[in-house]
């Protein structure tokens, strides 16, 4: 399967695209009904959106928390390398506090992630 790839440098809006994207994708999911994109409103998911680095993460996570606040958005990573104000979306808190680990608890046991 191949997939495609989004690599410029700093600062030509790779995450304002891949936001967008996203945005899309939500809203084309069947059963989305007014189309407004929320996954909490469609019923699917999860979907993987991925970058290169640990900030590119953080910055897409950021942007999904503003583009939709009622979507449901787990950062997964490295503890350390989690930005102060999105810890509180990072797997690992989420997993301690038992806040919707049932929809992601396949990915506990994932050492590749």
């Not at 997939?3 to 410029?8: D, E, G, I």
Request: contains cysteine; positive net charge; aromatic residues 4%.
């Amino acid at each position: 399967m191949n997939f495609p790839r989004l690599s410029r440098p700093p600062g030509t809006g790779k995450t304002a695209t891949l936001l967008r994207f996203i945005r899309a994708a939500l809203a084309a999911l069947p059963g989305s009904g007014s189309g407004s994109g929320s996954a909490a409103s469609s019923g699917y998911g999860p979907l993987l959106a991925t970058a290169a680095s640990n900030v590119a993460v953080d910055n897409l996570v950021s942007g999904l928390r503003i583009l939709d606040p009622g979507l449901d958005v787990v950062r997964v990573g490295q503890p350390a390398k989690v930005s102060p104000e999105l810890r509180g979306v990072s797997l690992e808190v989420r997993r301690a506090g038992g806040v919707g680990v049932e929809r992601w608890k396949h990915c506990l046991h994932c050492s590749h992630l």
